[in-house]
């Protein structure tokens, strides 16, 4: 059973930074890309970046390249986001993605919210 597990989120004041992670299990890991998303309230959910395997390539948002990184540790089965220079506008519930075989897989999501 493929579950993906975020955590990480919080409370950040405007230039902060926060690392969310991503756990995943019931796949193998080390095989797949995985995608992080967001969805701000009122707003649709929006791709932020994504991560391949094994390459580990990654591409982002226009609005997050530069302040944002993806990266994975494919001994522990987690994927992160790294968020810097954090935006009141980046406030939203993040969301880890997997595309197992044809099927997509979301976690619960983690509210990150910017905010002095």
């Known amino acids: 059973q493929v579950q993906l597990v975020e955590s990480g989120g919080g409370l950040v004041q405007p230039g902060g930074s926060l690392r969310l992670s991503c756990l995943a299990s019931?796949?193998?890991?080390?095989?797949?890309?995985l995608s992080w998303y967001r969805q701000a309230p009122g707003k649709e959910r929006e791709l932020v970046g994504r991560i391949t395997s094994p390459s580990g390539y990654t591409n982002y948002a226009d609005s997050v390249k530069g302040r944002f990184t993806i990266s994975r540790d494919n001994a522990k089965n987690t994927v992160y986001l790294q968020m810097n220079s954090l935006r009141p506008d980046d406030t939203a519930v993040y969301y880890c993605?997997?595309?197992?075989?044809?099927?997509?897989?979301w976690g619960q999501g983690t509210q990150v919210t910017v905010s002095s």
């Open positions: 019931g796949f193998a890991f080390s095989r797949y890309g």
């Open positions: 993605k997997a595309r197992v075989v044809q099927n997509d897989y």
